[in-house]
């Protein structure tokens, strides 16, 4: 059963990145530790923070950095599904280690380091401005039935 554009799963949520459709399932479906994806982001907009005036300029929030963290490991879970799962993070462990000035421009990276249980998905993350990291850490997602969701 195809879906229409507007009941279309949307794994980017309210960051910036990739349109809808930028990215697609990948042929074979399936999710093994090892596959990776990287995607570039300008620390912009809604991914800011000045402290609340405290610092006297805008960088990357620690909310904005996760954010990305966890599109970034949500889009890479999409590629390798099947039509009707997607998946739900439930845990983030990151440290948030230097500053990204607004304008710069990052790297989101995830890796898939394990599949628990055959819906526990466990992933390395990492954000980087060139050669420094700004952000490292591990971030879990379950997947889902899309249809058990809707219906509740």
Do not use: Q, W
Request: aromatic share 4%; glycine share 14%.
């Amino acid at each position: 059963m195809a879906s229409s554009e507007s009941e279309a799963i949307d794994p980017e949520g309210s960051v910036p990145g990739p349109a809808h459709g930028e990215y697609e399932r990948g042929e074979d479906g399936e999710l093994r530790p090892g596959i990776e994806r990287s995607s570039e982001f300008e620390v912009e907009g809604r991914l800011l923070t000045d402290v609340g005036g405290t610092i006297g300029v805008s960088v990357l929030s620690t909310p904005g950095m996760i954010a990305m963290l966890e599109r970034n490991a949500a889009i890479l879970s999409y590629e390798h599904l099947p039509e009707g799962k997607a998946t739900v993070g439930f845990e983030v462990c990151v440290k948030h280690v230097a500053a990204a000035a607004e304008g710069a421009r990052c790297t989101v990276h995830a890796r898939l380091r394990e599949v628990a249980d055959g819906r526990k998905l466990r992933f390395d993350v990492e954000v980087t401005e060139g050669d420094r990291t700004i952000g490292v850490g591990t971030h879990e997602r379950r997947v889902i039935d899309v249809g058990v969701v809707k219906a509740g």
